[in-house]
């Protein structure tokens, strides 16, 4: 098992960037596919982007495409999201999961593919 635990959040302007990180409990990280989500108030949860356990394939949302980059340190057990350009939009808690994939170097989209989930970390963009 892993728990993963976000951090990075915080107040900033729009057009600053902030990064991310998503460190993992336990010595298996390397076998767990990671997914960043975010969601707003009143809005569903959205995938923003995936990496697979090698780290080798990304798949961003289109809102975040361009500006949002997923990456990870399996040495460290720590996944990162680094967002640049952000926007007012970009408002949100955001969160990372992991999902069990030993064999596999897939990418997933859907929130019940993740079994492990951190408790998010707020990102909040003023105008």
């Known amino acids: 098992q892993v728990r993963p635990v976000e951090s990075g959040g915080g107040l900033v302007q729009a057009g600053d960037s902030l990064r991310l990180s998503c460190a993992a409990s336990g010595n298996t990280f390397s076998e767990y596919a990671m997914g960043w989500f975010r969601q707003a108030p009143q809005k569903e949860r959205e995938l923003i982007g995936t990496?697979?356990?090698?780290?080798?394939?990304?798949n961003y949302a289109d809102s975040v495409k361009g500006r949002f980059t997923a990456s990870r340190d399996n040495a460290r057990n720590t996944a990162y999201l680094q967002m640049n350009s952000l926007k007012p939009e970009d408002t949100a808690t955001y969160y990372c999961?992991?999902?069990?994939?030993?064999?596999?170097?897939?990418?997933?989209?859907?929130?019940?593919?993740?079994?492990?989930w951190g408790q998010g970390t707020q990102v909040t963009v003023s105008s």
């Open positions: 990496i697979t356990r090698s780290g080798s394939a990304f």
């Open positions: 999961a992991a999902h069990w994939t030993p064999y596999g170097d897939g990418y997933y989209r859907q929130p019940d593919d993740y079994e492990y």
